[in-house]
């Protein structure tokens, strides 16, 4: 017997770590486990054999913290939005930065460098190169332990070189002596080193790391986010039927068996049959559908789904986590917990770059001291190695790229969840969309009039609108638009239409049988229309007075006007577009074909959704799913990049990569250009910032690097690294 848990994991830095975790968890016996770096998660499968306690102990081996889940959660009291680990963050990085600046500013500026300016820069510095650089130093050594460097490594190295050495100067150098000035001259020449500081880099570098660190983490704090919000779908109280006595209760107490009333507009409470009475429900969130479906006496309805229309007493049937809605979080979470984890490039890089500059910085020791060289002086050129390596640029490369891109995605309407959103759009080669309320508006809306001979439409489209103004189903509102008056008598048939009195006649609208029922015949021009609104998907709704069909009035979801261009944008960024629904077969191919698309899969539901996702990943695929409903949730999640349509609901907001904030199709491929964009910039930003490292490294060995060359040097690299990437302001 094996049993499935999640652990909560902190102190990952980067997607090595989480990979790290996974090969430690998976070494025991009888365990599978898989752990996401972006929801700092691990789900764990584990034997008989193995206790939970083994789990936690195995990841705190590996020099990492685990947690099991909270049992004592209360499922009425939302989790504490606050995330202590971000906070503490933010902290670090608030106090880092106000200590820094002036330690840059006496650095760069001769005219601030008064009496014993050195002894003040190392106060200020300390604090931030030791308490500010801590999570660095720390995954630093966990690293080690494990025989591996990252991009950590390369920073804890370079700020405690550059620190230490500052200590060495101020203490045993004469860097202490007062009046000493780093005067601005930008001249090559060999010293002993312990006449110079460099402790505007210890601290420079850290406070530039932390702003980068905050920032992803900070995006990456929402992953969770989208199963709280769909959890919160579910209706809160419910009303039970106890011996003929309405009792309200909390929806979570509701047992199997129990048997609860839906008002009109409220939510099922959780998945039931019905007992009595007949209604629509409103069940777009699983369907995607705009039309309610019809339920009446032993039609099953599932939990979170809305009431369009009368009474309904349900009977419970499952309650908990076995509902429809708990299945689709779980469908998220899965999709979430399986997303590709991009390791960050700056990783990867760092993987080789740190051992080579130990390595260069142990024979450049080797030999000065071999030459014959002062030791102060070999030592000096060494640690130059180490403090010119320390990648300052490189920590701005790509938090600076995503401010201004996600900035400049934001006044365009698009909003980026993070750097791992971005990684996937360079791939990307699939789109699949959703249709009701992406590629179409999501509401019913009148598309045609067809009266019969002798009838004027307008006389049709009046009195059908007039008495359907006194209905509250979805496709009656779509009629009712722009009209009102009086109706008198009027009467719901349970899903097949309406009657009443209007402007003294005596009218029937629905669905033809119960225009024939009413002895209404349709005339053989009627018959027609009927046919071929229902052979494109539309739905057909009949209006007949004193004996007679008069017309046929046709409602649809509408394809929106941008749509087809959407279209066309995506096929010219090189992605073929998929459309995916859980409408129809003959609605999805009628609006396929009026957008361009030649791919359509129809009727498919949620976990369907992510399924056909997942399968087309398993063919090679890099899959972006655009979608606005609660049904698209998984699926954005399943899917290499999730855009959401701004419009649609929190639960899909939440669970894709990229939020259009506009209901308009074409910002999607606007959202793909930008992240490339974007990437590209990081990319070129990342290229500078190692070419300069590579660059001075020589220059550094040679023991030639005086700190007004290597602040300079620095600074230029890093105005280079901003300016390229303020670039990314002129995106159109």
Not at 43 to 65: C, H, N, Q
Not at 118 to 131: E, R
Not at 251 to 261: E, I, M
Not at 588 to 604: K, L, M, Q, Y
Request: hydrophobic share 45%; proline share 4%.
């Amino acid at each position: 017997m094996t049993t499935d848990v999640e652990l909560a994991i902190t102190g990952m830095t980067c997607a090595s770590c989480a990979n790290r975790i996974e090969r430690k968890l998976n070494k025991l016996d009888g365990v599978e486990a898989s752990v996401n770096y972006a929801t700092e998660k691990a789900r764990v499968r584990f034997a008989e054999t193995v206790t939970p306690e083994d789990l936690l102990r195995t990841v705190e081996a590996a020099g990492y913290s685990a947690a099991l889940p909270r049992r004592d959660a209360d499922p009425e009291r939302p989790e504490d939005d606050r995330d202590p680990e971000l906070d503490a963050l933010r902290d670090r990085l608030v106090v880092s930065a106000l200590l820094t600046v002036p330690v840059i500013a006496m650095a760069m500026v001769p005219a601030l460098q008064v009496d014993y300016w050195q002894w003040l820069s190392l106060t200020l510095a300390a604090p931030v190169a030791v308490w500010g650089a801590w999570p660095f130093h720390r995954a630093a050594v966990t690293n080690l332990r494990h025989g591996a460097t990252t991009m950590d490594t390369l920073v804890s190295v370079g700020v405690l070189a550059a620190f230490g050495w500052s200590l060495v100067a101020l203490l045993a150098g004469t860097a202490g002596e007062p009046g000493m000035t780093h005067a601005f001259e930008l001249s090559v020449d060999r010293s002993d080193g312990l006449s110079n500081i460099y402790l505007e880099t210890a601290a420079g570098v850290t406070t530039f790391l932390l702003a980068g660190r905050w920032f992803e983490k900070r995006s990456k704090r929402r992953a969770g986010d989208a199963l709280r919000a769909l959890l919160d779908l579910g209706a809160k109280d419910v009303v039970v039927l106890r011996d003929g006595v309405e009792t309200p209760m909390p929806a979570d107490r509701l047992a199997v068996g129990d048997v609860f009333v839906v008002r009109p507009g409220e939510k099922v409470a959780t998945d039931g049959v019905v007992e009595t009475g007949t209604s629509a429900v409103d069940a777009s969130m699983l369907t995607g559908e705009p039309v309610p479906v019809e339920v009446g006496p032993g039609d099953a309805v599932t939990g979170a789904t809305v009431n369009a229309g009368g009474r309904l007493v349900v009977r419970a049937t499952r309650v908990g986590s076995d509902t429809r809605l708990a299945q689709m979080a779980r469908l998220v979470e899965d999709a979430q917990s399986g997303k590709a984890r991009a390791q960050r490039l700056a990783d990867r890089v760092s993987g080789v770059f740190v051992p080579v500059v130990v390595a260069l910085a142990v024979g450049t020791l080797g030999f000065w001291l071999g030459t014959g060289v002062d030791t102060s002086a070999a030592f000096a050129a060494a640690v130059s190695v180490l403090i010119i390596a320390c990648p300052c640029a490189l920590g701005l490369a790509t938090p600076t790229a995503l401010l201004v891109g996600t900035g400049r995605g934001a006044q365009l309407g698009i909003l980026v969840r993070g750097p791992e959103a971005l990684e996937q759009t360079r791939r990307v080669d699939t789109v699949v969309l959703d249709k009701t309320g992406t590629v179409t508006t999501g509401r019913m809306a009148l598309v045609d009039v067809v009266a019969d001979e002798d009838v004027a439409p307008g006389d049709v489209r009046r009195v059908a609108g007039v008495l359907e103004s006194a209905s509250e189903h979805p496709v009656a509102r779509a009629l009712a638009e722009g009209h009102s008056g009086t109706v008198e008598d009027f009467t719901n048939v349970p899903g097949r239409g309406v009657r009443g009195t209007v402007e003294g006649l005596d009218v029937v609208l629905g669905r033809p049988a119960l225009l024939a029922e009413s002895g209404m015949p349709l005339s053989p021009r009627l018959t027609e229309a009927v046919d071929r609104a229902e052979a494109s998907g539309r739905t057909a709704v009949v209006v007949g007075w004193d004996g007679r069909a008069r017309g046929v009035l046709v409602v649809a979801d509408t394809v929106k006007d941008t749509s087809a261009e959407a279209v066309e944008r995506f096929r010219a960024l090189g992605l073929s577009p998929v459309l995916l629904t859980g409408d129809n077969e003959r609605a999805a191919r009628a609006v396929a074909r009026e957008v361009g698309i030649d791919d359509v899969v129809a009727g498919v539901l949620p976990e369907d959704k992510v399924e056909h996702v997942r399968r087309l990943q398993q063919q090679g695929r890099v899959v972006a799913m655009v979608g606005d409903g609660v049904n698209d949730a998984a699926a954005l999640a399943q899917a290499d990049l999730g855009i959401a349509m701004g419009a649609g609901t929190d639960v899909a907001i939440e669970a894709s990569d990229l939020t259009l904030v506009r209901g308009d199709l074409r910002v999607a491929a606007d959202a793909v250009r930008l992240s490339r964009r974007t990437l590209g910039t990081i990319r070129s930003n990342l290229v500078w910032a190692f070419g300069y490292n590579v660059a001075a490294l020589p220059l550094a060995a040679a023991g030639l690097l005086n700190p007004m060359l290597a602040g300079a040097a620095m600074a230029l690299s890093s105005v280079f690294v901003v300016a390229n990437s303020l670039r990314l302001r002129t995106f159109r």
